[in-house]
């Protein structure tokens, strides 16, 4: 398991990934699908929350979210004016627990601030959905250390406008960076780059 003490003492900055890098994106989506799933109840009676909820987890965890919501369609009948509640849900779900960093991460985050290192959150996927993320996530007081951009802005990696702004604004050189993601995307990303790249799972 890699730590910071093994990390090149030469670098300044760190770029790093939101989902399944410094939070799992499986907890913000199971608390979607937990309101989507209680406000159909509300509005239809049945299925219970409970099923659904249980339906959306056990069909996430086998299939993943692409089409979920035509498969919890399919199951219960649901009527098709509540694909776009669902849609909307991603946006501006409320949730009831606050997303919590990997511990590992969140250690790493600790001694990089600590350490005067630079930290950049560049995330793909929809801006808004990722602010939303971002807004409900606990970082215990990491925040105003972390500079975010959103890749939709530009072009979603692995395109590199988003990390020539990076360069460009914070005066850095490509040697000092490194980014550590969770995913082929990343890893192209980096490449193109030109800078390091870790795979966040060696720190887990």
Not at 139 to 144: F, S, T
Not at 148 to 159: C, D, I, M, R, S
Not at 193 to 200: A, F, L, T
Request: aromatic letters at 14%.
């Amino acid at each position: 398991m890699l730590k910071y003490t093994d990390l090149e003492p030469n670098k300044k900055a760190y770029v790093f990934e939101l989902d399944n890098v410094l939070i799992p994106e499986r907890d913000y989506l199971l608390q979607v699908y937990y309101l989507f799933s209680n406000f159909i109840e509300f509005t239809e009676t049945v299925p219970t929350g409970k099923e659904l909820t249980d339906f959306f987890k056990t069909a996430y965890e086998h299939h993943g979210s692409e089409n979920i919501f035509d498969r919890a369609k399919e199951a219960f009948n649901l009527d098709e004016k509540y694909r776009e509640n669902f849609r909307k849900l991603h946006y501006t779900a409320r949730l009831p627990l606050k997303l919590l960093l990997y511990n590992q991460m969140l250690t790493l985050l600790q001694e990089l601030v600590i350490d005067r290192k630079q930290i950049f959150l560049i995330t793909n996927g929809d801006t808004e959905v990722q602010l939303n993320k971002i807004r409900q996530t606990e970082w215990n007081g990491l925040e105003k250390y972390l500079k975010v951009y959103f890749a939709q802005e530009t072009n979603l990696k692995p395109e590199t406008n988003v990390f020539d702004i990076v360069l460009n604004q914070h005066q850095l050189i490509r040697k000092e960076i490194t980014i550590i993601g969770n995913s082929a995307v990343d890893e192209e990303f980096a490449l193109s780059c030109g800078v390091d790249y870790i795979p966040s799972s060696t720190f887990m």
